[in-house]
């Protein structure tokens, strides 16, 4: 028998996969979730025996209502799913693409909206944030301003949604702009990944956020 059973929106992607693997290998019972069944298939795969795969878009909101009735009694969810949006500062962002940026704080609400009746009271949520919630950067405007109505999100929903533990992991610079972290190590998913199987196992962890971005949120590479 495996420990506990997690669902991770956008398990066949960087982060995502690479936080299904670990879970995965430690004793998790470990459901995929994405858009494509053949990119589902090829990374269910690469997860073994204990581990399955569920087709939906997490962003709407029929599908995802399904899917945790589908899934009820689940221990813990992980929102890793990634915004296809052409967004940079506010100045010249248009509001449309900045609302596609957005689509992931919806999602990211409406599964700690949604989730409660279905899943675990003594398990957890964890979201995905992003270092420029922590520092106003030119070119950076839309995408701080998500990470830092997530991390908002997060507090807000542990005390909402509590017993229910709810947290963000906080990446930088994760397999692009590696030249912008302090730390001689250069991010990578697996980092993202062992963070989140910590806080999952974790019960006193709740209403945090995360930081694990060898101290790119410092801003020190922007001069
Ligand atoms: N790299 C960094 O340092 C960094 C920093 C801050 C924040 N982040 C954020 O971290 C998140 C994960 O990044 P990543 O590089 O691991 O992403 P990725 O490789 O692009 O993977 C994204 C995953 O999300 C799934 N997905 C996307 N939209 C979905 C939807 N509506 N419903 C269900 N599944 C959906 C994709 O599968 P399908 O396409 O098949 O649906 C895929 O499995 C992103 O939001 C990214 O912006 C990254």
Known sequence: MREQRVLILGGTGGMGLATAKTLSANNFEVVIAGRNKEKLISASKALGDHS????FDASNESELKSALIQHR?????IVAISANANARGINNTLEMEARKAFERF???YNVLHLAPEYMNRNGSVTLLSGSSAKTPLRG????????GSINALVKQAAIDIAPIRV?????GGIGINTDRQLTEHKGQVEDIADMIYAVIKNPAVTATIIDVDGGERLGTWNG
């Open 73 to 77: 009694g689940v221990d813990h969810i």
């Open 140 to 147: 950076y405007g839309v995408w701080g301003t998500l990470h």
């Open 52 to 55: 399955s795969f569920s087709v």
């Open 106 to 108: 919806w999602t990211s």
């Open 167 to 171: 947290n963000a992991v906080s990446p």
